[in-house]
C-alpha cells in the first residue's frame, strides 16, 4: 500500500474505527491514540488486499487487540463512563450509547462489529479471536441484555 | 424491536459521531511507519554484513580451541611417563582433564572480561 493508497483508506476507515473503540472503552482520547497506533501497525504488518473491506477488517482487529492490550496492562477494564443527556437532544445515539456502558466490553465489541458494521459471525471471531460457533451463543446473549437495558431505558 | 431496528439504531449512532478532521494524520502516521521500516531494513542489512565476520570470528574461535587442545595433548604425552606415574593420574583421567581444562580458563576469562566492569 502506498502513501496516496494509505490517505484515501484512512479517510474511509477513521471515523468508523474510532467510533468503535470509542463504543468499546468509552474514552475518546484513549480511541484516538489506540487508532493512530492501529493505523501504524496495519502499515507495518505489510498487509494490504485489493478488497478495502478485507483491509478495514484486519484494521479493526489490530484496534481490539491494542484495546485488549491496554486493558491488560491497566490491570481493570474501565467501566465506560455513560453519557450525559443533553436538553432536548435525547437521541438514540444517547440510549445505544448509555446501555452499551453496562455491558461487558466483549460484549459490547461483538454488538458493534455486527450491527454497526455488519460483520458476520465468522468476521466477527476472526476479529475477536474466538470460535465462530461461540459467536453465535454469545451474540445473542449480549443482544438479549442490550435489548432489556433500552427496553428499561425507554420505559 | 427486530434485527434491522438494531443494526438501523447503532447506524445512527455511527453517524452522529463526531470526530475532529486532522489531514496532516495519515502523512504523519505514514512517515512513522516508513522511517521504522528504513530502521529494520538498515539493521537487518548490517546484521547481514556483519554475518560472515561473526562466523569468521567463531571458526577462528574454534580451530584455536583445538589447536590449544592439541598442544596440551601433546605437552601431556611428552610428560607422561615422567610425571604423571608418580601422581597416580592414568593417562586416560590426564587426557581428559586436558581437554576440559582449556575451555574451562577460556570461559572463566571471558566471564571475568563480561562482569568486570560493571563492578
Redesign the interface.
Known amino acids: 500500500m502506498d502513501e496516496p493508497e494509505f490517505e484515501a483508506f484512512y479517510r474511509a476507515t477513521a471515523d468508523r474505527l474510532r467510533t468503535y473503540l470509542v463504543r468499546v472503552c468509552g474514552d475518546r482520547r484513549l480511541a484516538e491514540d489506540l487508532a493512530q497506533e492501529a493505523y501504524y501497525r496495519f502499515l507495518r504488518s505489510g498487509f494490504s488486499r485489493a478488497d478495502g473491506e478485507e483491509n478495514a477488517r484486519y484494521l479493526f482487529k489490530i484496534g481490539g487487540n491494542l484495546l485488549n492490550d491496554h486493558w491488560t496492562e491497566v490491570k481493570k477494564i474501565t467501566a465506560m463512563p455513560a453519557e450525559e443527556p443533553i436538553a432536548g437532544a435525547a437521541t438514540n445515539r444517547l440510549d445505544v450509547h448509555a446501555a452499551l456502558g453496562a455491558l461487558k466490553p466483549t460484549e459490547r465489541q461483538m454488538l458493534w462489529l455486527a450491527y454497526a458494521e455488519g460483520y458476520s459471525h465468522n468476521e466477527i471471531a476472526g476479529a475477536l479471536g474466538v470460535r465462530p460457533a461461540s459467536v453465535r451463543v454469545l451474540l445473542f446473549r449480549a443482544k438479549t441484555r442490550l435489548l432489556r437495558l433500552l427496553q428499561g431505558d425507554l420505559k | 424491536?427486530t434485527?434491522d431496528d438494531?443494526?438501523v439504531?447503532?447506524?445512527?449512532?455511527?453517524r452522529?459521531?463526531d470526530?475532529p478532521q486532522t489531514p496532516e494524520?495519515?502523512?504523519q502516521?505514514?512517515r512513522?511507519?516508513?522511517t521504522?521500516?528504513l530502521l529494520d531494513e538498515e539493521i537487518r542489512r548490517r546484521e547481514r554484513r556483519q554475518r560472515p565476520v561473526i562466523f569468521g570470528r567463531r571458526a577462528a574461535a574454534i580451530a584455536a580451541l583445538l589447536g590449544g587442545e592439541a598442544l596440551l595433548l601433546e605437552a601431556l604425552a611428552t610428560l607422561q611417563d615422567q610425571t604423571l606415574g608418580s601422581v597416580g593420574l592414568t593417562p586416560t583421567t590426564a587426557a581428559l582433564l586436558a581437554l576440559v581444562a582449556l575451555p574451562a580458563v577460556i570461559l572463566t576469562v571471558s566471564m571475568r572480561r563480561e562482569v568486570v566492569p560493571y563492578t
Open positions: 424491536m434485527e438494531l443494526a439504531l447503532f447506524a445512527e449512532s455511527r452522529k459521531e470526530w494524520l495519515p502523512a502516521i505514514w512513522r511507519a516508513r521504522a521500516e
